[in-house]
């Protein structure tokens, strides 16, 4: 029987749930939960595709689907100095004795993951000069993950069968080599083939194409994205620009949890590029790295699923939007529906690209207060559609900075507060179109909103807040409405709002990792329950 999840056909270790057939325990232990249920995806193979992945169940929304560790990672290409071992940031000072690569402490003797190219590198007399690590250890790090993932051939032949099995995309890659291949010339191809002696120019191509298509973040010790690698069942999930899961990391451990409910037999999907962006870019970042075409819903529509995140104002009328006639073609006009006016791909690149810099400039300077991000909205609204993607980045940004950059909620005046509900309402509307069910950007846009609302309760019990707050437009973003009566007062509807938005944001962040600043939103959102209770029993008291 073949391998369920490799197609080998030497398999004889079976499923006792399901039957089905894996040539390893390792590949049944990808299948299962910890719990030892079948986890609730098949893989499947066509033309068009290749190997990837559907629901083999009805799956519901916020269930586990995958669970698996990296194969082979290696260090981001950046100018700080990484433990090879746990990918921390470490001292300036704490090198590999034997191949001067750098090392935390606690790794500095004790490095399983490094050890095999330590040992390489010795027998090849291969070591980091110290200018590299002194003025140039960026260019050391690249050498790395290609590295590992070729030497699994000879330490891991398992783990390298599923790698071999991924897509490398080689023909198109060296059609255009200067693009794709020379770039890593000097320190990959010609440091393994020459002075390390561990594979053939061939050899180091393909492991370089399996990097490039597939790999996945990952986190350092200290949680944060230090580093990328192959994970061999979450790199078989196709891209849609409107996905239906979310990725937690936890170092170099992966689940993959759904985001909304998926149909036994659908697609389970990741995004490769942001749904933030415009239909132009992401249909050109995955043409360059992934070579295809993305056609899906979204991409043919030309108002971006109602998203509008590709949307300029029209400048002739004034009244309406100049949105791509032909959304699959990479150099369609942009038109507008009422006037008729329309503009060339390259008149559109060229507005967009001009007034990015100014939304990236507000990211880099970080400033006090939030003046500098309102008068950059309101500029930029005279532009673009208000969910337009430089728009829409800088008004999720401001929606969470507003009654946070000076202080807390407790100390913003009304005026401040009633904005930011605006902005959460506004911004979570569109992340309902792109990012779907149980997404953090939701996640987190619930919670503001909660915050905000029981901040504005305890005004009302105070006597210091009138209800200005859209409270319908808020509640119309998340699909559980609360339950209420007309005859409510001000307080419990205020109260009940923010349980609603409570109970949204703990349903898209309750499975982030521990440690994490989702996490700790989580714990913050179960006090809020707890208040939102006492609120309303202190009420009856009133």
């Not at 260090?75 to 090392?103: A, I, R």
């Not at 020459?194 to 399996?210: C, K």
């Not at 590029?273 to 790295?289: A, G, T």
Request: with cysteine; charged share 25%.
């Amino acid at each position: 029987m073949d391998c369920f999840l490799c197609k080998n056909a030497d398999s004889n270790v079976v499923c006792k749930s399901c039957d089905k057939y894996f040539c390893t325990q390792r590949h049944l232990d990808l299948h299962t939960s910890k719990d030892g249920s079948c986890l609730p995806y098949d893989v499947v193979e066509s033309e068009d595709f290749g190997r990837y992945l559907v629901a083999s169940k009805d799956i519901d929304a916020g269930e586990l689907i995958l669970s698996e560790d990296c194969l082979v990672w290696g260090p981001n290409h950046v100018g700080d100095y990484l433990c090879l071992e746990c990918l921390q940031l470490t001292d300036s000072q704490k090198f590999c004795e034997h191949c001067g690569y750098p090392l935390c402490d606690e790794h500095i003797v004790h490095h399983p993951a490094h050890e095999d190219e330590c040992k390489l590198f010795q027998e090849k007399l291969f070591k980091l000069p110290t200018s590299i690590r002194e003025n140039g250890i960026e260019s050391a790090y690249p050498l790395i993950a290609p590295l590992r993932c070729l030497r699994l051939k000879s330490l891991s032949p398992e783990s390298w069968g599923m790698i071999s099995r991924l897509m490398d995309h080689r023909t198109e890659r060296e059609e255009e080599s200067e693009l794709y291949i020379e770039p890593y010339r000097h320190d990959v191809i010609n440091k393994i083939v020459h002075d390390l002696q561990a594979g053939d120019e061939r050899e180091v191509v393909q492991v370089l194409g399996y990097l490039d298509v597939n790999s996945i973040a990952v986190r350092g010790k200290d949680g944060v994205y230090r580093g990328r690698g192959i994970y061999p069942v979450a790199s078989l999930m196709n891209h849609a620009c409107i996905c239906n899961t979310r990725n937690i990391i936890q170092e170099t451990r992966l689940e993959t949890y759904s985001t909304v409910p998926i149909k036994r037999g659908d697609l389970i999907t990741t995004h490769y590029v942001s749904p933030l962006l415009p239909v132009n870019i992401r249909r050109e970042k995955l043409k360059e790295r992934w070579f295809f075409d993305c056609s899906c819903e979204r991409c043919k529509s030309r108002t971006d699923s109602t998203a509008y995140t590709s949307g300029l104002k029209c400048k002739r009328c004034e009244e309406d939007l100049l949105l791509p006639v032909d959304p699959l073609d990479y150099s369609t006009e942009y038109r507008c529906d009422s006037c008729g006016h329309s503009e060339s791909s390259d008149f559109v690149t060229h507005l967009v690209s001009s007034l990015s810099p100014l939304v990236q400039a507000l990211q880099v300077f970080q400033m006090p207060g939030t003046t500098e991000e309102e008068n950059l909205v309101k500029q930029l609204e005279q532009s673009l559609h208000k969910h337009h993607h430089l728009l829409l980045e800088l008004k999720v940004n401001l929606a969470r900075k507003l009654g946070r950059s000076t202080g807390t909620l407790a100390d913003t005046e009304n005026e401040t507060l009633i904005r930011k509900v605006e902005l959460c309402s506004e911004t979570l509307g569109v992340m309902n179109i792109i990012y779907p069910g149980c997404s953090k950007y939701r996640g987190l846009l619930a919670f503001e909103l909660a915050e905000t609302m029981l901040t504005l309760s305890a005004r009302i019990v105070e006597g210091t807040f009138d209800g200005r707050a859209d409270l319908e437009v808020a509640l119309n973003t998340i699909e559980k409405q609360p339950d209420t009566d007309a005859g409510e007062d001000l307080l419990v509807k205020h109260i009940k709002a923010c349980e609603a938005f409570v109970n949204e944001g703990l349903r898209c962040l309750v499975f982030d990792r521990p440690g994490s600043y989702e996490h700790e939103v989580c714990k913050q959102l179960h006090f809020m329950k707890s208040s939102c209770t006492d609120l309303l029993h202190f009420r009856q008291f009133l």
